[in-house]
């Protein structure tokens, strides 16, 4: 005869076996879905400027990107989504993006900015536009509205850095970007500066990766005085263009 004992765990016998009914465990809420309707993207966007603000253990890594009308192409109802890869050389501690209008000259308007939701990936979702960055690479998925006008996107991430080097006081960094496969997307400026009361002497920047031009980048200091016209530098838009590319910084502090 088969019996059954009620007490802190319930135990039946049956066909010789224990069995033992654990309790029930609370499930984990869900994350943030980064699904979304198959998104395109139409046009290579524009990187307006790569601004990095160092200090002594770390770096924000701030890329403008500017969007031309009807870039992104949403194939079903829904919100469309980009991917973005890290931004820089390693996982942010934090990032954040915010999405802005365009005045009548393309230039990004402070006013008014619109908070973008960021979803933390190890793979690119299938039905994310790639934007920035390799493919194969864990970054973050940001949910936009679905509006058709040009627009403005910060990406500002913030990363850890090693060490300085002594004597000579340097950090190196590196922003992602292009679009893998696709045409190089242009980089108008160059912008170095220092955060917590941090001095900078300086910087060389460059294009790196296969094939990347080596010359000099022209770099801008905001707060300092501008670098002469003859300093044996070239604007980002002259440079020649891979669409491997990415931008490396050697910085003096």
Same mark, same amino acid.
């Given at each position: 005869?088969?019996?059954?004992?009620?007490?802190?765990?319930?135990?039946?016998?049956?066909?010789?076996? #224990?069995? !033992?009914?654990?309790?029930?465990?609370?499930?984990?809420?869900?994350?943030?879905?980064?699904?979304?309707?198959?998104?395109?993207?139409?046009?290579?966007?524009?990187?307006?400027?790569?601004?990095? &603000?160092? *200090?002594?253990?770390?770096?924000?890594?701030?890329?403008?990107?500017?969007?031309?009308?009807?870039?992104?192409?949403?194939?079903?109802?829904?919100?469309?989504?980009?991917?973005?890869?890290?931004t820089a050389q390693q996982r942010? #501690?934090?990032?954040?993006?915010?999405?802005?209008?365009?005045?009548?000259?393309?230039?990004?308007?402070?006013?008014?900015?619109?908070?973008?939701?960021?979803?933390?990936?190890?793979?690119?979702?299938k039905s994310a536009a790639l934007?920035?960055?390799?493919?194969?690479?864990?970054?973050?998925? #940001?949910?936009?509205?679905?509006?058709?006008?040009?627009?403005?996107? %910060?990406?500002?991430?913030?990363?850890?850095?090693?060490?300085?080097?002594?004597?000579?006081?340097?950090?190196? /960094? /590196?922003?992602?970007?292009?679009?893998?496969?696709?045409?190089?997307?242009?980089?108008?400026?160059?912008?170095?500066?220092?955060?917590?009361?941090?001095?900078? %002497?300086?910087?060389?920047?460059?294009?790196?990766?296969?094939?990347? &031009?080596?010359?000099?980048?022209?770099? *801008?200091?905001?707060?300092?005085?501008? *670098?002469?016209?003859?300093?044996?530098? !070239?604007?980002?838009?002259?440079? #020649?263009?891979?669409?491997? &590319?990415?931008?490396?910084?050697?910085?003096?502090?």
């Amino acid at each position: 005869m088969k019996r059954v004992l009620v007490g802190v765990v319930a135990i039946a016998a049956t066909s010789g076996a #224990l069995a !033992i009914a654990a309790p029930n465990k609370p499930k984990a809420p869900p994350g943030p879905d980064a699904a979304g309707p198959q998104t395109t993207l139409q046009a290579v966007a524009r990187i307006a400027r790569v601004r990095v &603000d160092v *200090s002594p253990n770390g770096a924000a890594v701030l890329h403008e990107l500017v969007f031309a009308k009807d870039a992104l192409k949403v194939a079903a109802a829904g919100d469309p989504t980009i991917y973005v890869a890290f931004t820089a050389q390693q996982r942010p #501690l934090a990032i954040e993006a915010t999405r802005h209008a365009l005045d009548s000259t393309g230039a990004v308007v402070e006013a008014g900015a619109a908070k973008v939701e960021v979803i933390d990936v190890f793979v690119r979702p299938k039905s994310a536009a790639l934007v920035l960055g390799p493919a194969a690479q864990a970054g973050h998925v #940001l949910r936009l509205p679905r509006d058709g006008a040009p627009f403005g996107l %910060r990406l500002r991430s913030a990363i850890e850095i090693q060490p300085m080097e002594q004597p000579t006081r340097s950090i190196s /960094l /590196l922003a992602r970007l292009g679009v893998r496969g696709m045409g190089a997307m242009p980089l108008d400026a160059i912008e170095v500066a220092t955060i917590l009361g941090g001095t900078l %002497r300086g910087a060389r920047a460059t294009f790196c990766g296969a094939g990347a &031009d080596p010359r000099p980048l022209t770099v *801008s200091f905001p707060g300092y005085p501008s *670098s002469p016209a003859d300093s044996g530098t !070239i604007s980002p838009t002259a440079a #020649l263009r891979t669409p491997d &590319d990415d931008l490396c910084l050697d910085i003096l502090l």
